[in-house]
């Protein structure tokens, strides 16, 4: 049988004075509450209980268990209200890991989190590597691009798209690209972890795929530092739409071979597990799935 019931049951057998009066509080035959005691004192080799016709009394040894049990379970009924407690209300340390070009846009998502629940602390890890989210002990992390691991639960939190884009000073020295195929006449600014490699891949006009083989003098982990080398006139880049909106809007950047749609991704909230999510990360993942949502022409 159960110890930790049978410890309940004995509990109450003593407490309420005899067999029948703890099965009527436990809601449980007699015949299951001796057979609870019984298994006690089988596995203990030592009677706990004096049991006669009109009353049930504890034995010396008896005395001591109930003592002993009886502080292991109200121990027990703290710790599941501790463990309720951090459950229900957001506390502790969450530990995030993201990519390094997205950090502008949950720094206001972290503040309003922190105002609202200032009990938790946050630690925020940034990289463009895979992270391995048990072994390294994440709670969460967002990404751009979505982990091979299919074992992870993914929430999509906003759609973005990558825009092929230069400045007008580049195009002053360098012919305009009008198809896929001329990109490999052009110095394009690499991302180190694109998802295709040295491939850069475009949907056509007619829905077809079109898919170019690219060269260029520098490649990177760090999108800022693309972003840079762009609005210097080195080359043509392949960048994050919520990346260069603001140039794009202003004319420091246009944007190239509109007609050729390259591939959508997702921005995406990673956790390990869907059962029992603690509530400092499912109430940071929805305020974040909030958010992005309000503010979905970053992505646009």
Same mark, same amino acid.
């Given at each position: 049988?159960?110890?930790?019931?049978?410890?309940?049951?004995?509990?109450?057998?003593?407490?309420?004075?005899?067999?029948?009066?703890?099965?009527?509080?436990?809601?449980?035959?007699?015949?299951?509450?001796?057979?609870?005691?019984?298994?006690?004192?089988?596995?203990?080799?030592?009677?706990?209980?004096?049991?006669?016709?009109?009353?049930?009394?504890?034995?010396?040894?008896?005395?001591?268990?109930?003592?002993?049990?009886?502080?292991?379970?109200?121990?027990?009924?703290?710790?599941?209200?501790?463990?309720?407690?951090?459950?229900?209300?957001?506390?502790? &340390? !969450?530990?995030? /890991?993201?990519?390094?070009?997205?950090?502008? @846009? +949950?720094?206001?998502?972290?503040?309003?989190?922190? *105002? #609202?629940?200032?009990?938790?602390?946050?630690?925020?890890?940034?990289?463009?590597?895979?992270?391995?989210?048990?072994?390294?002990?994440?709670?969460?992390?967002?990404?751009?691009?979505?982990?091979?691991?299919?074992?992870?639960?993914?929430?999509?939190?906003?759609?973005?798209?990558?825009?092929?884009?230069?400045?007008?000073?580049?195009?002053?020295?360098?012919?305009?690209?009008?198809?896929?195929?001329?990109?490999?006449?052009?110095?394009?600014?690499?991302?180190?972890?694109?998802?295709?490699?040295?491939?850069?891949?475009?949907?056509?006009?007619?829905?077809?795929?079109?898919?170019?083989?690219?060269?260029?003098?520098?490649?990177?982990?760090?999108?800022?530092?693309?972003?840079?080398? &762009? !609005?210097?006139? /080195?080359?043509?880049?392949?960048?994050?739409? @919520? +990346?260069?909106?603001?140039?794009?809007?202003?004319? *420091? #950047?246009?944007?190239?071979?509109?007609?050729?749609?390259?591939?959508?991704?997702?921005?995406?909230?990673?956790?390990?597990?869907?059962?029992?999510?603690?509530?400092?990360?499912?109430?940071?993942?929805?305020?974040?799935?909030?958010?992005?949502?309000?503010?979905?022409?970053?992505?646009?």
């Amino acid at each position: 049988m159960d110890r930790l019931t049978s410890l309940t049951v004995f509990g109450q057998v003593v407490e309420n004075g005899g067999f029948s009066a703890a099965a009527r509080r436990l809601n449980m035959s007699v015949t299951m509450v001796s057979n609870h005691i019984q298994s006690l004192e089988d596995r203990l080799g030592a009677r706990l209980l004096n049991r006669t016709t009109r009353k049930v009394s504890l034995t010396e040894i008896g005395k001591a268990y109930y003592e002993r049990s009886r502080q292991i379970l109200m121990d027990l009924d703290e710790a599941d209200r501790i463990a309720n407690a951090l459950h229900s209300t957001p506390r502790g &340390t !969450l530990r995030v /890991h993201t990519n390094t070009h997205i950090v502008r @846009f +949950l720094s206001p998502v972290f503040d309003e989190y922190l *105002s #609202l629940y200032p009990g938790v602390s946050i630690d925020l890890a940034t990289g463009e590597r895979m992270i391995d989210m048990i072994e390294e002990g994440y709670d969460l992390a967002i990404r751009t691009i979505a982990p091979p691991d299919s074992s992870l639960i993914i929430r999509k939190l906003s759609p973005w798209r990558l825009l092929l884009c230069c400045t007008p000073a580049y195009l002053e020295s360098h012919p305009e690209p009008k198809h896929p195929s001329d990109l490999a006449h052009h110095n394009c600014l690499q991302y180190t972890f694109h998802p295709y490699g040295d491939e850069w891949r475009f949907e056509g006009p007619d829905k077809q795929m079109v898919t170019v083989r690219i060269t260029g003098n520098v490649t990177s982990t760090n999108g800022e530092l693309l972003r840079f080398l &762009t !609005l210097k006139g /080195h080359g043509l880049f392949l960048a994050p739409s @919520f +990346l260069v909106a603001d140039e794009l809007a202003d004319g *420091s #950047l246009v944007r190239l071979l509109p007609d050729h749609r390259p591939t959508e991704f997702a921005i995406n909230a990673i956790y390990p597990h869907r059962s029992h999510l603690s509530s400092k990360v499912r109430i940071f993942i929805d305020l974040l799935a909030d958010r992005f949502a309000e503010h979905h022409k970053w992505m646009a």
